[in-house]
C-alpha cells in the first residue's frame, strides 16, 4: 500500500509541475470574488512549504512544524520551488530505511494536503476559465 501511495504522491508531484507550466505569472494572483478565495499563488505557496516540511518530517520521523523557503512569490521560484520541493520529498522517502507508523502517517497526511490543494486550483481554473494540463487527475 505504501507503494501505491507513493506512486501517487509522484503523480500529483508531476500535475502540479504541468499545472504551474500552464499558468502566466499575472494569473498566479487573481482571486476570485468569494469569501477567504486564495490565490493560485497563496495555494503553491502552502504546497511549497507543506512539501518542505514533509520532507523534513519523512527524515526525521517526526513533525518539525511547517515553513516555507518561498520568499520572491515570482512564477520562476513557484516553478523552481514546486520542483525542488517534490524532489526533496521523493529523496527523503528514499532515504527511510525504518518505516514507522509515525512516517506512514505522515506520507498519508502529505498526500491528503497535495489532493486538498489540487481540488481548489482545479476549481480556480476552471472560474478564470483557463487551460488544465491532461496530466490533472481530478479534472
Known sequence: MRDALIA???????SYDDLIAAIESRQLRQKLDAPRHKSLL???WCVVGARESFAQALS????GGFACSM???THDEVVDKLKASGEAVLAAIASVDDWTSERDQLLIELAEHEV???SGIIRHIYAFELDIPASVKWA
Open 8 to 14: 501517487s504522491v509522484t503523480r500529483r508531484f508531476r
Open 42 to 44: 497563496e495555494r503553491l
Open 60 to 63: 526525521t520521523g517526526a513533525w
Open 71 to 73: 520568499t520572491q512569490h
Open 116 to 118: 486538498m490543494h489540487e
